[in-house]
């Protein structure tokens, strides 16, 4: 079992604040949101290091996680130093896609690894900001062990809401309330296990939620070479994979993109360093733009929220 966590957002709605760096234990937050796992949290750490101790508490060898975003990622979280390897997405912030692209091929660089028996060939693909992951990642885990994959259907691409309750494919497939499937289509192993959020969108539809998620490595590195991935958006990547949606527990899958939303989990910015005040060089800011400009053009013709970001829907 491999783990991916994308960390390469731009946090605008954050002031630019990364929310991988934001800290655990703000003493303004009167009283905060159960954040992270009970256990195996550093004395000292951040939203980051709430997604990987929740990782690790589920099972996962820090070996065998991957964190896509900038390099000083891990910095501050207490797991600098663990086996824990960072790499970025090309082009920098080119979206959720590019940065599981990235992430696949470290994981599968070596051959023999990516070829081990079950439960090794799948890997969690999941966001940093999500404080109470720990449980989602456990149903998840726990619906692919139980031979969930009975349910079954090729996702069909219509968005990230469900209307009516119903966290299910045309053919009849629907979550339980345990987060066990079932369906009459007959056993057969999907490609991948998704969170749904019951209830959790606007209106109370379910809210699918594409960045927590259980993939085989095999048919999601096949779609991710099959695509031009910067700017794009998970839904899409998923589009022609069969698909298990599984019901998460509550509040599992609740992020971070707002002060409000820090506040509620007891979350803080971080102390403010030398090197966040300078301004990267004209001479780096060149070089990067030209290969930036495709991944630019891919995410303006996105549908945007008001800061100028896909929406929502379109990220995950």
Not at 69 to 98: C, K, Q
Not at 137 to 156: F, P, Y
Request: charged fraction near 20%; aromatic fraction near 2%; proline fraction near 7%.
């Amino acid at each position: 079992m491999a783990a991916l966590v994308l960390a390469g957002g731009r946090s605008r709605r954050l002031g630019g604040i990364p929310k991988y760096h934001l800290r655990v234990g703000d003493p303004a937050a009167a009283a905060p949101a159960p954040c992270g796992p009970a256990t195996a949290l550093p004395a000292s750490t951040t939203l980051l290091g709430v997604t990987i101790a929740a990782l690790l508490d589920a099972g996962v060898e820090a070996r065998r996680i991957v964190v896509a975003g900038p390099a000083d990622a891990l910095a501050g979280s207490g797991f600098e130093g663990s086996g824990i390897r960072v790499v970025r997405e090309d082009p920098p912030f080119a979206g959720p896609v590019a940065g599981m692209a990235a992430g696949v091929e470290e994981l599968t660089g070596d051959a023999a690894r990516a070829e081990d028996a079950a439960p090794a060939g799948l890997v969690l693909t999941l966001a940093c900001d999500m404080p109470g992951v720990g449980a989602g990642i456990r149903t998840l885990m726990d619906a692919a062990s139980a031979g969930s994959g009975r349910s079954v259907h090729a996702d069909s691409g219509e968005g990230s809401r469900l209307r009516g309750g119903a966290s299910s494919s045309p053919g009849g497939t629907r979550s339980s309330p345990t987060g066990a499937l079932s369906s009459t289509d007959g056993a057969h192993s999907p490609d991948a296990w998704v969170g749904v959020s019951r209830g959790a969108a606007d209106g109370g539809d379910d809210q699918v939620q594409h960045l927590l998620a259980l993939h085989r490595v095999g048919p999601l590195r096949a779609a991710l070479a099959a695509q031009d991935t910067a700017g794009m958006s998970v839904r899409r990547l998923l589009a022609g994979l069969e698909i298990a949606r599984v019901d998460l527990p509550a509040g599992s899958a609740d992020d971070v993109d707002t002060w409000d939303d820090a506040q509620r989990f007891g979350l803080g910015a971080p102390p403010v360093r030398r090197e966040d005040a300078v301004p990267h060089s004209p001479a780096e800011s060149r070089a990067s733009a030209g290969h930036r400009a495709s991944a630019v053009q891919r995410i303006s013709a996105e549908p945007q929220d008001t800061v100028g970001e896909p929406a929502g829907e379109e990220r995950r």
